[in-house]
């Protein structure tokens, strides 16, 4: 049974997902740390397994918009996959300080692993129509925009935002739906 209000809902219907930090720590401060994010979403796109929408990255977490056959397993395999990635990186960059507070942080039924990076679940919304669509998107680039850090949604590095103004982003996007 899954912990979470949240369910998926259509097949192939895009949904928006967000996926934070334990803690709200700030891990996406380094840059190395959220190419490990951009890598596996781009993965999953050349192998088909999602069609990726848009997307921001920020210090502690992450909004995408993505759909596929199954996205709660592709979900899944992104979250457990970039977690791995994640941790092992951070010893060879001396980053104790940080795999404390994962550790701490750990789920107290995750005995399986001595960290824990991700908050469980995505809270997935399913995105019934292009209205919805515009608004979440409008969400997810205008999100750095709110907090100050950038002026304009395409100033911010690791976002889709200039994917959608024909700018180069950093990974494709799915810009016609």
Same mark, same amino acid.
């Given at each position: 049974?899954?912990?979470?209000?949240?369910?998926?809902?259509?097949?192939?219907?895009?949904?928006?997902?967000?996926?934070?930090?334990?803690?709200?720590?700030?891990?996406?401060?380094?840059?190395?740390?959220?190419?490990?994010?951009?890598?596996?979403?781009?993965?999953?796109?050349?192998?088909?397994?999602?069609?990726?929408?848009?997307?921001?990255?920020?210090?502690?977490?992450? /909004?995408?918009?993505?759909?596929?056959?199954?996205?709660?397993? +592709? *979900?899944?395999?992104?979250?457990?996959?970039? $977690? #791995?990635?994640?941790?092992?990186?951070?010893?060879?960059?001396?980053?104790?300080?940080?795999?404390?507070?994962?550790?701490?942080?750990?789920?107290?039924?995750?005995?399986?692993?001595?960290?824990?990076?991700?908050?469980?679940?995505?809270?997935?919304?399913?995105?019934?129509?292009?209205?919805?669509?515009?608004?979440?998107?409008?969400?997810? /680039?205008?999100?750095?925009?709110?907090?100050?850090?950038?002026? +304009? *949604?395409?100033?911010?590095?690791?976002?889709? $935002? #200039?994917?959608?103004?024909?700018?180069?982003?950093?990974?494709?996007?799915?810009?016609?739906?």
């Amino acid at each position: 049974m899954t912990r979470s209000r949240y369910r998926y809902g259509t097949a192939n219907a895009p949904h928006f997902l967000t996926s934070s930090v334990v803690g709200w720590l700030p891990a996406f401060s380094r840059p190395d740390v959220v190419q490990i994010l951009l890598d596996s979403w781009r993965f999953l796109q050349e192998k088909q397994r999602i069609v990726l929408y848009g997307y921001v990255v920020l210090e502690n977490h992450a /909004h995408w918009i993505a759909s596929s056959d199954d996205l709660s397993k +592709e *979900a899944g395999d992104f979250k457990s996959f970039t $977690a #791995r990635k994640i941790i092992d990186y951070l010893p060879a960059r001396g980053e104790k300080g940080l795999l404390a507070q994962l550790e701490m942080y750990r789920a107290p039924h995750k005995t399986d692993r001595d960290y824990q990076f991700w908050q469980e679940g995505n809270h997935p919304q399913e995105i019934h129509d292009d209205e919805m669509m515009r608004q979440k998107l409008e969400y997810t /680039h205008l999100n750095p925009v709110k907090r100050g850090y950038v002026e +304009e *949604a395409i100033h911010w590095r690791y976002s889709s $935002a #200039r994917n959608y103004e024909g700018l180069p982003g950093l990974i494709p996007v799915t810009t016609d739906w």
